[in-house]
Protein backbone atom coordinates (compact mmCIF):
# COMPACT_ATOMS: atom_id res chain seq x y z
CA UNK A 1 0.00 0.00 0.00
CA UNK A 2 1.28 3.47 -0.86
CA UNK A 3 -0.40 6.73 0.51
CA UNK A 4 0.48 10.25 -1.06
CA UNK A 5 0.16 13.41 0.36
CA UNK A 6 0.48 16.79 -0.41
CA UNK A 7 3.96 18.36 0.55
CA UNK A 8 3.47 21.32 3.09
CA UNK A 9 5.21 24.45 1.98
CA UNK A 10 5.50 25.46 5.61
CA UNK A 11 5.37 23.78 9.37
CA UNK A 12 3.94 26.27 11.82
CA UNK A 13 5.85 26.34 15.05
CA UNK A 14 4.62 26.89 18.44
CA UNK A 15 5.50 30.06 18.97
CA UNK A 16 3.54 31.05 15.44
CA UNK A 17 0.83 29.09 16.43
CA UNK A 18 0.64 30.81 20.07
CA UNK A 19 0.56 34.20 17.67
CA UNK A 20 -3.07 33.16 16.37
CA UNK A 21 -4.82 32.00 19.48
CA UNK A 22 -6.74 34.27 21.10
CA UNK A 23 -5.25 36.64 23.74
CA UNK A 24 -5.87 35.33 27.43
CA UNK A 25 -6.08 38.21 29.90
CA UNK A 26 -3.37 40.61 30.72
CA UNK A 27 -0.45 39.68 33.80
CA UNK A 28 -1.11 42.24 36.64
CA UNK A 29 2.11 44.49 36.81
CA UNK A 30 4.21 44.54 40.04
CA UNK A 31 5.99 46.92 41.61
CA UNK A 32 9.78 46.57 43.64
CA UNK A 33 13.41 45.43 42.74
CA UNK A 34 14.20 41.82 42.15
CA UNK A 35 17.78 40.51 42.76
CA UNK A 36 18.24 38.14 39.25
CA UNK A 37 21.06 35.29 39.93
CA UNK A 38 21.17 33.49 37.07
CA UNK A 39 24.18 31.87 35.53
CA UNK A 40 23.27 31.26 32.01
CA UNK A 41 23.49 34.38 30.33
CA UNK A 42 20.95 33.84 27.38
CA UNK A 43 18.16 32.90 30.77
CA UNK A 44 19.21 35.82 32.89
CA UNK A 45 18.73 38.28 30.07
CA UNK A 46 15.38 36.10 29.01
CA UNK A 47 14.38 36.53 32.40
CA UNK A 48 15.38 40.23 32.42
CA UNK A 49 13.18 41.45 30.31
CA UNK A 50 9.87 38.76 31.42
CA UNK A 51 10.65 40.99 34.82
CA UNK A 52 10.56 44.61 33.17
CA UNK A 53 7.40 43.70 31.48
CA UNK A 54 6.00 42.64 34.20
CA UNK A 55 6.55 45.95 35.91
CA UNK A 56 9.88 45.09 38.07
CA UNK A 57 13.16 47.11 38.32
CA UNK A 58 15.87 44.40 38.15
CA UNK A 59 19.49 44.29 39.07
CA UNK A 60 21.36 41.22 37.84
CA UNK A 61 24.17 38.96 39.14
CA UNK A 62 25.95 36.30 36.93
CA UNK A 63 26.99 34.42 40.26
CA UNK A 64 26.16 34.45 44.30
CA UNK A 65 29.24 36.26 45.23
CA UNK A 66 28.42 38.74 42.42
CA UNK A 67 24.74 38.75 44.27
CA UNK A 68 26.26 38.80 47.83
CA UNK A 69 28.55 42.10 47.23
CA UNK A 70 25.90 43.91 45.73
CA UNK A 71 24.02 43.32 48.60
CA UNK A 72 26.61 44.71 50.79
CA UNK A 73 27.16 47.58 48.93
CA UNK A 74 23.54 48.62 49.77
CA UNK A 75 21.78 47.33 46.27
CA UNK A 76 17.76 47.42 46.94
CA UNK A 77 16.17 45.04 46.31
CA UNK A 78 12.93 43.31 47.54
CA UNK A 79 13.56 39.68 45.95
CA UNK A 80 15.97 37.82 45.49
CA UNK A 81 15.62 35.15 42.77
CA UNK A 82 17.77 33.01 42.16
CA UNK A 83 18.56 29.32 40.17
CA UNK A 84 19.24 26.39 42.76
CA UNK A 85 21.84 24.84 41.02
CA UNK A 86 24.75 27.14 40.14
CA UNK A 87 28.52 27.22 39.62
CA UNK A 88 31.66 29.13 41.46
CA UNK A 89 30.62 27.09 44.65
CA UNK A 90 27.76 28.70 45.96
CA UNK A 91 24.26 27.36 45.42
CA UNK A 92 21.04 29.08 45.51
CA UNK A 93 20.18 28.14 49.31
CA UNK A 94 23.67 29.57 50.09
CA UNK A 95 23.04 32.95 48.17
CA UNK A 96 19.87 33.05 50.60
CA UNK A 97 21.40 32.16 53.82
CA UNK A 98 23.57 35.21 53.00
CA UNK A 99 21.59 37.71 51.81
CA UNK A 100 19.38 36.78 54.54
CA UNK A 101 21.75 37.60 57.06
CA UNK A 102 22.35 40.77 55.00
CA UNK A 103 18.78 41.31 54.84
CA UNK A 104 16.23 39.77 56.61
CA UNK A 105 12.58 40.40 55.09
CA UNK A 106 14.39 39.62 51.67
CA UNK A 107 11.94 37.59 49.69
CA UNK A 108 13.36 34.54 48.08
CA UNK A 109 12.15 33.11 44.92
CA UNK A 110 13.88 29.94 43.87
CA UNK A 111 13.71 28.57 40.09
CA UNK A 112 15.30 25.44 39.00
CA UNK A 113 14.72 22.86 36.18
CA UNK A 114 15.23 20.14 38.80
CA UNK A 115 11.62 19.14 40.66
CA UNK A 116 10.65 20.25 43.96
CA UNK A 117 11.11 16.58 45.61
CA UNK A 118 14.55 15.76 44.11
CA UNK A 119 15.84 19.51 45.64
CA UNK A 120 14.30 18.47 49.23
CA UNK A 121 15.29 14.92 48.93
CA UNK A 122 19.06 15.69 48.58
CA UNK A 123 18.89 18.52 51.36
CA UNK A 124 19.33 21.01 48.91
CA UNK A 125 15.83 22.93 49.76
CA UNK A 126 13.23 22.98 52.76
CA UNK A 127 9.63 22.01 51.91
CA UNK A 128 8.28 26.00 52.67
CA UNK A 129 10.34 27.38 49.76
CA UNK A 130 8.40 29.10 46.81
CA UNK A 131 9.91 27.26 43.75
CA UNK A 132 9.41 27.72 40.19
CA UNK A 133 10.26 25.03 38.07
CA UNK A 134 11.93 25.56 34.53
CA UNK A 135 10.65 26.40 31.99
CA UNK A 136 8.21 28.24 33.38
CA UNK A 137 5.60 30.57 31.88
CA UNK A 138 5.47 34.32 32.27
CA UNK A 139 2.12 34.62 34.12
CA UNK A 140 3.26 31.72 36.33
CA UNK A 141 6.63 34.09 37.15
CA UNK A 142 4.34 37.25 37.98
CA UNK A 143 2.07 34.74 40.43
CA UNK A 144 4.72 33.82 42.23
CA UNK A 145 6.07 37.10 42.60
CA UNK A 146 2.66 38.66 43.68
CA UNK A 147 2.14 35.88 46.14
CA UNK A 148 5.53 36.78 47.85
CA UNK A 149 5.26 40.18 47.79
CA UNK A 150 1.81 40.29 49.43
Known amino acids: MRLLLPRASHVETEAEKALHRPASSPVA ?7 LVEDEPAVRETTRRILNDLGYRVIEAPSGPQAIAM ?3 GEPADVLFT ?3 LPQGMNGVEIMRQALRIRPNLKVLFASGYTKDILIHEARLGADVTLLQKPYRKRQLAQALRTLLE
Not at 29 to 35: E, H, K
Open 71 to 73: LEK
Open 29 to 35: AGTGVVL
Open 83 to 85: DVI
